[in-house]
């Protein structure tokens, strides 16, 4: 999986490529069955040449800032998102 990672990022670059779990049924059968598969796909995409930097938004850093714009004048504070209304 971590070739196609790169073969994305080739084409729209790192800052434009995330990646979800799906363990939560949307995709059957799920990328991943447990969370501890986590640490073993980060070193995998270290060893096709991503640095720790780029690792890191992969695997949660674009997710993050994406819902950081969806919620647009809103803001995280401790794990929760607030909008306010105009």
């Known amino acids: 999986m971590a070739e196609g990672v790169k073969r994305m990022a080739e084409l729209v670059g790192v800052d434009h490529v ?5 363990m939560l ?7 991943f069955t447990h969370y501890g ?3 073993d796909f980060a070193n ?3 060893a ?6 780029e690792t890191g938004k992969i695997l949660g850093g674009i997710t993050g800032e994406c819902s950081k714009r ?3 004048r809103g ?3 401790n794990g929760h998102a607030t909008v306010r209304l105009r």
Do not use: H, R, W, Y
């Open 25 to 31: 049924g949307f995709i059957s059968p799920p990328v």
């Open 75 to 77: 803001k995280f504070e």
């Open 48 to 53: 096709v040449g991503f640095s720790n930097e």
């Open 18 to 22: 995330g990646m979800g779990t799906d």
């Open 37 to 39: 598969q986590l640490p």
């Open 44 to 46: 995998q995409l270290l």
């Open 70 to 72: 969806a919620l647009g």
